[in-house]
């Protein structure tokens, strides 16, 4: 099985990832690059620097997207810490989507991407929580609301998702609902998973619900 755990930074993809792969059996993946070159944490940090210097923007795109075809090729049963759709949502640009929906034809599509989901002010303050000093907090792009690039980008490629508000949720309610879904995939209950998402979907966070959101944080953005 190879799930992903997607979303803005903030929303508790790290801890949930964790907690799925020791719950479930399944190898945690975070930085496919880093594991695949069997890097430290410094080697590695030192190694995306250059890559991000680079004027060539495709060379950042290509190096990221390696990564995505090789998440589900480290073992059988993988859940992986930001995948296509966070790569998509900070690399892509209108010069190179082409490029994303080639590498989107490859073998990177999971059998099943959570997409957590909580407002700008609430993903701030875990952030400040987790690191008052956290450079994200100041950062542009993680400020901004991304789950419409991503949401659209998955609706192209037939990447199925579940989407969680974690809003006012403990992360072991997040956990548990994951946990929920996970069994009803493994367990056959729905003809497709294309047919699990959908009810899923709608019990969790319809698709009003994410246009009412949307707005609501466009307001936010444009006030702040």
Sequence with gaps: ??????????????????????????????????????????????????IWDYENENIKLCFFALGNLLSRHFAKDVVV?????????????????????????????PDLTFMLY???NTRNQRMKKRNENDQDLEDEVTQ?????????????????????????KTIDEVFNLCLDVIDDLKNNKYRNTAELCDHYN???????????????????????
């Design 81 to 109: 810490d930001r995948h296509i759709l966070s790569s998509y949502f900070w690399d892509s640009n209108e010069n190179n989507q082409a490029v994303f929906y080639q590498f989107a034809k490859g073998d990177v599509i």
């Design 144 to 168: 901004s609301y991304g789950y419409d690039k991503m949401l659209n980008f998955a609706n192209e490629i037939n990447l199925p998702y579940v989407i969680i508000d974690t809003e006012n």
């Design 202 to 224: 709608q019990l969790f966070f319809s698709k009003n619900q994410i246009r009412r959101l949307e707005r609501k944080l466009n307001n936010e953005e444009n006030i702040n």
């Design 118 to 120: 909580s407002s700008l």
């Design 1 to 50: 099985m190879f799930i992903a755990v997607e979303g803005m930074d903030g929303v508790g993809k790290t801890t949930i990832s964790k907690m799925l792969a020791e719950q479930c059996g399944l190898l945690y993946v975070e930085k496919p690059m880093q594991h695949l070159l069997k890097n430290t944490d410094k080697e590695y940090d030192e190694l995306c620097y250059k």
